[in-house]
């Protein structure tokens, strides 16, 4: 167990929806991070943010839209469901925002995108 | 470009040793990260390298060579529990971020 916690674990939706995925950091992590893994694909950055600011962008979809609270978790929001937005999404968190630090994976929320 | 290649599967035997390469192409580096992952399951942290050479961490070691763009992951006396995807990741080096770009991953499959 990491100390990260996501929920929920699993999500079924329709073509067209918006859902929200929520991640806890954990105890004393400032940086979050999200990734998402689809079938046959490496996992792909998203978005990190510190402290409740954005720190990086990666490859995040227009559709896609997060934040981080000033308790720290973080929600992924996501609108206009397609298809191919069914993956696994993970959160994973760190200590700061330094490059030195190592990052900690929750359990992830699969998305079924029906 | 960012490109990370690992080959797609592998398989040993349990007991022996198993050696997973990574050679990576990425337009920063600030370290090198392999993480194992059990299917549908999340990635748990396995070691880490920042300079070259070799780490060891009980029956896991990972090297280094930054020159070559190279890492491997060399796991000994194998366990049925190591099959498992096996994901080398590498940090890019782009201001105050700490993103990590990953492969796609290595499958293992430990046959008796």
């Known amino acids: 167990d990491s100390g990260v916690t996501q929920t929920p674990k699993h999500l079924i939706t329709a073509t067209g929806q918006r859902v929200t995925l929520r991640c806890s950091p954990r105890?004393?992590?400032?940086?979050v991070y999200w990734y998402q893994q689809s079938l046959d694909q490496g996992l792909q950055f998203l978005i990190q943010?510190?402290?409740?600011?954005?720190?990086a962008k990666g490859n995040i979809l227009e559709r896609f839209s997060a934040q981080q609270f000033p308790d720290l978790h973080s929600e992924l929001n996501l609108s206009s469901l397609e298809l191919g937005d069914s993956a696994l999404y993970f959160c994973?968190?760190?200590?700061?925002?330094?490059?030195?630090?190592?990052?900690?994976f929750g359990p992830g929320t699969r998305l079924t995108v029906l | 470009g960012q490109n990370i290649d690992q080959p797609t599967e592998m398989t040993a035997t349990e007991g022996a040793i198993v050696q997973i390469n990574c050679t990576y192409q990425t337009s920063g580096f600030n370290g090198l990260f392999w993480y194992q992952q059990h299917a549908g399951e999340a990635p748990t942290f396995l070691s880490y390298?920042?300079?070259?050479g070799l780490e060891e961490k009980g029956r896991f070691s990972s090297f280094l060579s930054r020159s070559k763009g190279y890492s491997y992951l060399l796991l000994k006396e194998l366990q049925m529990k190591d099959s498992a995807s096996y994901l080398c990741?590498?940090?890019?080096?782009?201001?105050?971020?700490?993103?990590?770009?990953f492969g796609t991953g290595t499958l293992l499959a430990v046959q008796p």
């Open positions: 105890s004393g992590d400032l940086s």
């Open positions: 943010y510190y402290n409740g600011e954005e720190r």
């Open positions: 994973a968190s760190s200590p700061g925002g330094s490059s030195t630090d190592t990052q900690y």
């Open positions: 390298n920042v300079l070259d």
């Open positions: 990741a590498v940090r890019d080096r782009g201001g105050a971020t700490n993103k990590l770009i």
